[in-house]
């Protein structure tokens, strides 16, 4: 039954239990602002306040940086613009804009799911698998891209569902677009999003002939003239993109080495076991999907083969092609792969509802039993993630300098004198700027240097420094006019910062 009321009331639900999930502790867990999130928080921050970007440009469409001459895609920077147009600029406020998306991706989930099984009650089933889904649940607290190609994907898959229900050319169309749109979300939606569009017009075109096919082609195309526009006004991006990502060292990788790489992605310790290496992707504790789905995964494959329907055929393709950026950039890490999210948990949804529908009632009973285990994994998942894993991943967050940064910023209020920051602490001119905003210091940012060797021989007395306590070179500034006033360490204990201000200089005729 999918009445209008039940449809609503379950809608409502999923946002309800979406923000309860993903907005709770948004500014505490993870417990610092990495710096590209600082960086990205930083241009959206320019877009809301001045229309610019950090470099002056207005509204560009790329968001081009000296340590990432392809520039930051405009879907993250405008949504999280947006939403700094209505929220302070803190740690939570910055994340907001990406729960809100991930809390997206459910109900379109649910949307779609419906759909396809015709069902308010398995749409819901399956809205609460991507829910507890591992790496879309911790991405999902992160200002970080790949995430924000995932609802266009939902919004081509619904589509191309009522595309299925009632094919007309218009419909084609309209799945083709947001597809296009899509391309904006994340670089590596550049080349996921026209192999969706290949299996979109080859439906089309088999269903409706060449004249729906070519509309459909012309409307994606037409999403991307202003992508276009830029690459012609900006012709250095193809050759920034290549360097970036080193795409020239793999162009000539053997066969042998692709094929590596794709069968790695199905690694089953990768995918349902501990996930990412990386602790921004993964808590070590679970795997991309819940551990159910290595059971689900291989059963909705053998549905859809049965069933030999589009939209299921789409899917599969969508879930079998997700390593395909990972081969082309040399390696696969969860942030590149994200787009394996909407298929992996459609493809389990269709074995589960195969088993639903065993005649057998044990078959039935041992599968609502299996699908309990995935909250039951996530309460697991939740607990590490609120307890332990703040601490643990903090090394991999490079703005593990907040304690001092904000610890200088204190120092500073009681003088004028000029700020003295180590480029050996990693990435710190993002994340100084994020936290001199984010406390209303922004009188600081005019105040601050940065030094690579040394600082400057005339510092004036009064001047404050930061510099990593490891660095010789900054032990040794405690000999050379400067006084040690504390010694900051991070939360996690692994690193720690030495805070120092200018001695008085003792006149020649007095020594």
């Known amino acids: 039954m999918m009445s209008r009321t039940s449809t609503v009331l379950s809608i409502v639900l999923l946002v309800v239990a979406g923000g309860l999930l993903y907005a709770t502790r948004l500014g505490e867990v993870p417990v610092y602002v990495m710096h590209d999130e ?17 470099s002056g440009r207005l509204l560009p469409l790329y968001f081009t940086e000296p340590e990432f001459p392809p520039g930051r895609d405009p879907a993250l920077i405008y949504v999280t613009a947006a939403g700094l147009k209505l929220l302070p600029f803190n740690e939570a406020a910055v994340r907001t804009p990406t729960a809100v998306i991930a ?6 989930t649910f949307l779609v799911a419906r759909r396809l099984f015709q069902s308010n009650a398995m749409g819901l089933v399956v809205a609460g698998m991507l829910l507890l889904t591992p790496i879309h649940f911790i991405r999902g607290r992160l200002l970080l891209s790949p995430l924000y190609s995932i609802p266009f994907i939902f919004a081509w898959l619904w589509s191309f569902a009522r595309f299925d229900e009632e094919r007309t050319s218009r419909r084609l169309v309209m799945a083709a677009i947001w597809l296009g749109l899509g391309a904006y979300s994340y ?8 192999v969706y569009l290949a299996v979109t017009l080859a439906i089309g075109y088999r269903r409706l002939g060449p004249g729906a096919a070519a509309r459909a082609a012309a409307a994606f195309a037409a999403t991307l003239i202003p992508m276009v526009w830029w690459y012609v006004t900006h012709p250095e991006r193809n050759s920034q993109i290549i360097s970036a990502y080193q795409l020239d060292a793999n162009a000539e990788s053997p066969l042998t080495r692709w094929i590596g790489m794709y069968w790695s992605f199905f690694d089953p310790a990768f995918l349902f076991v501990s996930g990412d290496a990386s602790l921004i992707n993964s808590t070590r504790e679970a795997g991309f999907f819940p551990m159910v789905f290595a059971l689900l995964l291989p059963l909705g494959l053998y549905e859809v083969v049965r069933l030999r329907q589009p939209l299921p055929t789409a899917i599969a393709i969508g879930f079998v092609t997700a390593p395909l950026v990972s081969m082309i950039s040399g390696a696969i890490e969860m942030n590149r792969v994200m787009f394996a999210i909407p298929f992996g948990v459609l493809l389990a949804a269709y074995g589960a509802h195969m088993l639903l529908r065993a005649r057998p009632i044990a078959i039935r009973v041992a599968t609502v039993l299996l699908l309990l285990t995935i909250p039951w994994q996530f309460a697991g998942l ?3 993630y609120f307890g332990g894993y703040g601490r643990t991943a903090s090394p991999w967050l490079a703005g593990n300098v907040r304690e001092a940064l904000r610890a200088i910023m204190a120092q500073a209020e009681t003088g004028q004198g000029p700020v003295y920051i180590s480029q050996e602490i990693e990435w710190v001119h993002r994340t100084w700027r994020f936290y001199a905003i984010t406390d209303g210091r922004m009188d600081l940012i005019d105040r601050t240097s940065y030094y690579m060797d040394t600082p400057p021989a005339d510092a004036p007395p009064g001047a404050l420094l930061i510099c990593p306590a490891s660095s010789e070179r900054c032990r040794a500034l405690k ?3 400067w006084l040690e006033t504390a010694t900051v360490p991070s939360l996690d204990g692994s690193r720690a910062f030495i805070l120092l201000t200018r001695r008085e200089r003792v006149a020649a005729g007095r020594q």
């Open 38 to 54: 600082a960086q990205g928080a930083l241009q959206a921050h320019a877009i809301a306040t001045t229309g610019r970007d950090l």
């Open 103 to 108: 809390v997206l991706n459910v109900v379109l």
């Open 187 to 194: 670089l590596a939606a550049v080349v996921m999003m026209p």
């Open 382 to 384: 939740y607990a590490g």
């Open 479 to 481: 000999d050379d006019g």
